[in-house]
Protein backbone atom coordinates (compact mmCIF):
# COMPACT_ATOMS: atom_id res chain seq x y z
CA UNK A 1 0.00 0.00 0.00
CA UNK A 2 2.91 2.37 1.16
CA UNK A 3 4.47 1.67 -2.55
CA UNK A 4 0.95 2.53 -4.27
CA UNK A 5 0.62 6.00 -2.49
CA UNK A 6 3.81 6.59 -3.21
CA UNK A 7 3.66 6.30 -6.92
CA UNK A 8 -0.06 8.46 -6.56
CA UNK A 9 1.62 11.23 -5.32
CA UNK A 10 4.28 10.99 -8.02
CA UNK A 11 1.19 11.13 -10.23
CA UNK A 12 -0.11 14.18 -8.64
CA UNK A 13 3.39 15.52 -8.51
CA UNK A 14 3.92 14.87 -12.15
CA UNK A 15 0.70 16.95 -13.48
CA UNK A 16 1.02 19.59 -10.92
CA UNK A 17 4.29 20.34 -11.28
CA UNK A 18 4.67 24.37 -12.44
CA UNK A 19 8.54 23.95 -13.31
CA UNK A 20 7.14 21.39 -15.88
CA UNK A 21 3.88 23.03 -16.53
CA UNK A 22 3.19 21.31 -19.95
CA UNK A 23 0.64 19.56 -18.84
CA UNK A 24 -1.07 21.95 -17.07
CA UNK A 25 -1.00 23.54 -20.26
CA UNK A 26 -2.44 20.93 -22.17
CA UNK A 27 -5.24 20.41 -19.79
CA UNK A 28 -5.70 24.39 -19.27
CA UNK A 29 -6.16 24.24 -23.49
CA UNK A 30 -8.33 21.24 -23.28
CA UNK A 31 -11.01 22.47 -21.33
CA UNK A 32 -10.93 26.04 -22.41
CA UNK A 33 -13.83 25.95 -24.84
CA UNK A 34 -16.05 23.70 -21.99
CA UNK A 35 -17.89 24.94 -19.51
CA UNK A 36 -19.49 23.17 -16.16
CA UNK A 37 -22.66 22.62 -17.89
CA UNK A 38 -20.52 20.44 -20.34
CA UNK A 39 -18.43 18.74 -17.04
CA UNK A 40 -19.35 15.46 -18.28
CA UNK A 41 -16.96 15.87 -21.27
CA UNK A 42 -14.42 17.16 -19.68
CA UNK A 43 -14.17 14.48 -17.43
CA UNK A 44 -14.50 12.37 -20.02
CA UNK A 45 -11.79 13.94 -21.83
CA UNK A 46 -9.32 13.93 -18.70
CA UNK A 47 -10.01 10.44 -18.37
CA UNK A 48 -8.83 9.29 -21.54
CA UNK A 49 -5.93 11.50 -21.48
CA UNK A 50 -5.23 9.51 -18.31
CA UNK A 51 -5.85 6.34 -19.82
CA UNK A 52 -3.55 6.50 -23.11
CA UNK A 53 -0.79 8.37 -20.93
CA UNK A 54 -1.19 5.17 -18.77
CA UNK A 55 -1.23 3.12 -21.80
CA UNK A 56 2.00 4.81 -23.05
CA UNK A 57 3.63 3.99 -19.73
CA UNK A 58 2.58 0.52 -19.89
CA UNK A 59 4.39 -0.06 -23.54
CA UNK A 60 7.80 1.63 -22.58
CA UNK A 61 7.65 0.15 -19.58
CA UNK A 62 7.37 -3.30 -20.71
CA UNK A 63 9.82 -2.12 -23.60
CA UNK A 64 6.27 -2.76 -26.51
CA UNK A 65 7.37 0.78 -28.01
CA UNK A 66 10.40 2.80 -27.30
CA UNK A 67 10.71 6.29 -29.15
CA UNK A 68 13.40 8.90 -29.32
CA UNK A 69 12.98 10.75 -26.23
CA UNK A 70 13.89 14.52 -27.86
CA UNK A 71 11.28 13.68 -30.51
CA UNK A 72 8.63 13.17 -28.18
CA UNK A 73 9.88 15.89 -25.81
CA UNK A 74 9.38 18.05 -29.09
CA UNK A 75 5.50 16.24 -29.90
CA UNK A 76 4.44 17.59 -26.04
CA UNK A 77 4.41 21.38 -26.95
CA UNK A 78 3.31 20.84 -30.32
CA UNK A 79 0.00 18.61 -28.93
CA UNK A 80 -0.72 21.77 -26.59
CA UNK A 81 0.12 24.41 -29.76
CA UNK A 82 -2.33 21.74 -32.18
CA UNK A 83 -5.29 21.83 -29.06
CA UNK A 84 -4.95 25.57 -28.61
CA UNK A 85 -5.33 26.25 -32.48
CA UNK A 86 -8.00 24.10 -32.80
CA UNK A 87 -9.92 26.26 -29.57
CA UNK A 88 -9.77 29.19 -31.35
CA UNK A 89 -11.59 27.55 -34.90
CA UNK A 90 -13.47 25.24 -32.63
CA UNK A 91 -14.92 28.38 -30.83
CA UNK A 92 -17.77 29.20 -33.93
CA UNK A 93 -19.08 25.86 -33.19
CA UNK A 94 -19.48 26.26 -29.49
CA UNK A 95 -23.19 27.02 -28.96
CA UNK A 96 -23.86 24.46 -31.73
CA UNK A 97 -22.89 21.47 -29.20
CA UNK A 98 -21.05 19.68 -31.76
CA UNK A 99 -19.79 16.27 -31.12
CA UNK A 100 -16.86 15.71 -28.92
CA UNK A 101 -15.29 12.75 -31.61
CA UNK A 102 -12.80 14.94 -33.10
CA UNK A 103 -11.86 16.17 -29.11
CA UNK A 104 -11.70 12.17 -27.68
CA UNK A 105 -9.28 11.12 -30.86
CA UNK A 106 -6.97 14.10 -30.18
CA UNK A 107 -7.03 13.50 -26.27
CA UNK A 108 -6.06 10.14 -26.81
CA UNK A 109 -3.22 10.34 -29.09
CA UNK A 110 -1.42 13.24 -27.55
CA UNK A 111 -2.36 11.51 -24.27
CA UNK A 112 -0.05 8.78 -25.31
CA UNK A 113 2.77 11.22 -26.45
CA UNK A 114 2.49 12.59 -23.02
CA UNK A 115 2.79 9.34 -21.82
CA UNK A 116 5.84 8.34 -23.68
CA UNK A 117 7.21 11.85 -22.51
CA UNK A 118 7.51 10.93 -19.10
CA UNK A 119 8.23 7.29 -19.69
CA UNK A 120 12.14 7.14 -19.50
CA UNK A 121 11.89 8.83 -15.78
CA UNK A 122 9.03 6.26 -14.64
CA UNK A 123 10.85 3.50 -16.30
CA UNK A 124 14.06 4.67 -13.80
CA UNK A 125 12.08 4.41 -10.70
CA UNK A 126 10.88 0.83 -11.79
CA UNK A 127 14.53 -0.23 -12.43
CA UNK A 128 14.64 -3.29 -9.93
CA UNK A 129 11.13 -3.45 -9.46
CA UNK A 130 9.69 -6.92 -10.23
CA UNK A 131 5.82 -5.61 -9.58
CA UNK A 132 5.15 -2.77 -11.93
CA UNK A 133 1.21 -3.15 -12.11
CA UNK A 134 0.52 -1.94 -8.62
CA UNK A 135 3.00 1.70 -9.10
CA UNK A 136 1.45 1.59 -13.04
CA UNK A 137 -1.90 2.19 -11.07
CA UNK A 138 -1.16 4.14 -8.51
CA UNK A 139 0.62 6.36 -10.72
CA UNK A 140 -2.58 6.60 -12.84
CA UNK A 141 -4.66 7.25 -9.71
CA UNK A 142 -2.06 10.46 -9.38
CA UNK A 143 -2.65 12.06 -12.50
CA UNK A 144 -6.11 11.51 -12.79
CA UNK A 145 -6.43 13.28 -9.75
CA UNK A 146 -4.39 16.23 -10.56
CA UNK A 147 -5.86 16.30 -13.54
CA UNK A 148 -9.78 16.80 -11.63
CA UNK A 149 -7.61 19.52 -10.10
CA UNK A 150 -6.80 21.41 -12.93
CA UNK A 151 -9.85 20.99 -14.86
CA UNK A 152 -11.74 22.35 -11.76
CA UNK A 153 -9.50 25.14 -11.71
CA UNK A 154 -10.00 26.02 -15.31
CA UNK A 155 -13.71 25.61 -15.13
CA UNK A 156 -14.28 27.44 -12.18
CA UNK A 157 -11.92 30.44 -13.61
CA UNK A 158 -14.10 29.88 -16.84
CA UNK A 159 -17.49 30.74 -14.24
CA UNK A 160 -15.70 33.60 -12.96
CA UNK A 161 -14.83 35.53 -16.09
CA UNK A 162 -17.86 34.39 -18.39
CA UNK A 163 -20.75 34.55 -15.92
CA UNK A 164 -19.57 37.19 -13.22
CA UNK A 165 -17.35 39.59 -15.13
CA UNK A 166 -20.04 38.98 -17.98
CA UNK A 167 -17.19 38.20 -20.62
CA UNK A 168 -18.47 35.43 -24.06
CA UNK A 169 -17.23 32.45 -23.82
CA UNK A 170 -16.02 32.77 -27.52
CA UNK A 171 -14.06 35.76 -26.39
CA UNK A 172 -12.70 33.96 -23.64
CA UNK A 173 -11.74 30.67 -25.29
CA UNK A 174 -9.83 32.96 -27.82
CA UNK A 175 -8.04 35.07 -25.49
CA UNK A 176 -6.83 31.85 -23.14
CA UNK A 177 -6.05 29.95 -26.26
CA UNK A 178 -3.77 32.63 -27.48
CA UNK A 179 -2.57 33.12 -24.18
CA UNK A 180 -1.48 29.59 -24.06
CA UNK A 181 0.25 30.09 -27.53
CA UNK A 182 2.51 32.16 -26.27
CA UNK A 183 3.50 30.75 -23.80
CA UNK A 184 4.15 27.15 -25.80
CA UNK A 185 5.67 29.31 -28.87
CA UNK A 186 9.25 28.99 -26.89
CA UNK A 187 8.98 25.68 -25.16
CA UNK A 188 8.83 24.58 -29.12
CA UNK A 189 11.87 26.34 -30.16
CA UNK A 190 13.46 25.02 -26.84
CA UNK A 191 12.77 21.42 -27.96
CA UNK A 192 13.26 21.47 -31.88
CA UNK A 193 15.17 18.45 -32.24
CA UNK A 194 16.78 19.06 -35.37
Request: proline share 3%; with cysteine.
Amino acid sequence: MQEFLFYTKLGLEHVLDFSAYDHILFLAALALPFTFKNWKNVLLLATIFTVAHCTSLVLSVYEIVVFDVSFIEFLIPVTIFITAVFNIFYTNTIKKEQSILLHLIATAFFGLIHGFGFSNYFKMLLSGEEEKVSPLLGFALGIELSQLIIVITVLLIALIIQDKLKVKQQNFVVVGSIIILLITVPMLINTFPW
